[in-house]
């Protein structure tokens, strides 16, 4: 498998940008999922606590309810009441294709913008880009630059950062689970995160919506036996208005990986009119590399954990079943 990217040249980069900033705005994306929300808090907090600059957390949706035990007092700001040419660094935590986009559009020329993420198809242009797909999460990105400037960071942002490490393994359960987020989460916890309070919080929360969307593709699901591959679609009914965020459909992959007999899982979705993504998770004993699949459909990612995006409609048809148009 290959290496993840060191960032130390961009750490350094943004380090020095944080250094001389007076008005930080930080984003998590529309529909925020733990890493959103634990990457924005993590380093809002971290950039308020350690630098001189005024800062803002923002989200085109609320602060979730669900994270109040384990993030108490925290609210995001909505991006459209703010005035953006007020800022001069803006940095978009995880998914920044969904919120951070709109808030580039509207920041002065001389605003640094900055991209922080770990899906591995952004390609959202800003001037400093700390992406790379082989991390399990926006929050692992986060702990190594935290860790970069020796800054010794408090509870509050270790509680923050394994929120979103958990959320984005599942609770340690998926693939991306590596020997350093181990290890990166044990420091956390010495830091006074709490790792069960952060899992009970996270499990007993999941949204209905989620759990219908889950039982919907779950019951669509489909095992082919001779090659080991389970593939499930959401269409856009399936969605019922409920706004899906890409993290909640790799999770349905992850878990489809890790049922006995299967080798990779393979679940698409309606992601706008007229395109369909795709998500592929596959566990290391299934062997399979799921990022070839990816790349013959002009996708990427990696090993274990790769995606693409397509043209199309998915339309439902009989006994549960389905067709790309
Ligand atoms: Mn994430």
């Known amino acids: 498998m290959s290496e993840k990217r060191q960032f130390l040249k961009e750490f350094n980069t943004l380090d020095y940008i944080l250094r001389s900033a007076s008005n930080v705005l930080v984003v998590a994306h529309s529909n925020p999922d733990p890493d959103a929300v634990g990457s924005t808090v993590?380093?809002?907090?971290?950039?308020?606590?350690?630098?001189?600059?005024?800062?803002?957390?923002?989200?085109?949706?609320?602060?979730?309810?669900?994270?109040?035990?384990?993030?108490?007092?925290?609210?995001?700001?909505?991006?459209?009441?703010?005035?953006?040419?007020?800022?001069?660094?803006?940095?978009?935590?995880?998914?920044?294709?969904?919120?951070?986009?709109?808030?580039?559009?509207?920041?002065?020329?001389?605003?640094?913008?900055?991209?922080?993420?770990?899906?591995?198809?952004?390609?959202?242009?800003?001037?400093?880009?700390?992406?790379?797909?082989?991390?399990?999460?926006?929050?692992e990105i986060l702990y190594d630059f935290f860790i970069f400037t020796h800054k010794q960071f408090d509870k509050k942002i270790a509680t923050a950062l394994l929120a979103g490490i958990i959320g984005d393994t599942g609770a340690f359960q998926h693939a991306n689970t590596s020997a350093e987020i181990l290890t990166m989460s044990a420091d956390l916890i010495k830091r006074g995160a709490s790792i069960t309070k952060i899992i009970a919080t996270l499990s007993a929360n999941q949204e209905i919506e989620t759990l219908n969307l889950w039982g919907r593709a779950l019951g669509r699901t489909k095992f082919y036996k001779e090659n080991g591959l389970a593939v499930s679609a959401i269409t856009r009914e399936d969605l019922q208005g409920h706004l899906v965020n890409s993290g909640e459909i790799s999770n349905v992959a992850s878990m489809l990986a890790t049922v006995p007999l299967v080798r990779a899982a393979l679940v698409v979705y309606q992601a706008d009119d007229n395109t369909i993504k795709g998500s592929l998770r596959a566990e290391k004993h299934g062997n399979i590399d799921v990022s070839a699949i990816a790349h013959t459909l002009g996708g990427g990612g990696h090993k274990l954990a790769s995606g693409f995006s397509i043209p199309g409609q998915i339309v439902g048809v009989d006994d549960n079943g389905w067709k790309i148009v």
């Open 42 to 139: 993590a380093l809002g907090s971290f950039v308020k606590k350690f630098y001189k600059a005024n800062v803002v957390m923002g989200c085109y949706d609320p602060f979730p309810d669900t994270l109040n035990d384990i993030i108490p007092n925290t609210t995001f700001d909505n991006p459209d009441e703010l005035d953006l040419t007020l800022f001069d660094v803006v940095i978009g935590c995880d998914s920044v294709e969904r919120g951070f986009d709109r808030v580039i559009e509207g920041v002065s020329e001389n605003c640094v913008t900055i991209a922080i993420d770990h899906h591995h198809d952004i390609t959202l242009q800003s001037d400093v880009r700390i992406i790379d797909g082989l991390y399990a999460a926006t929050c």
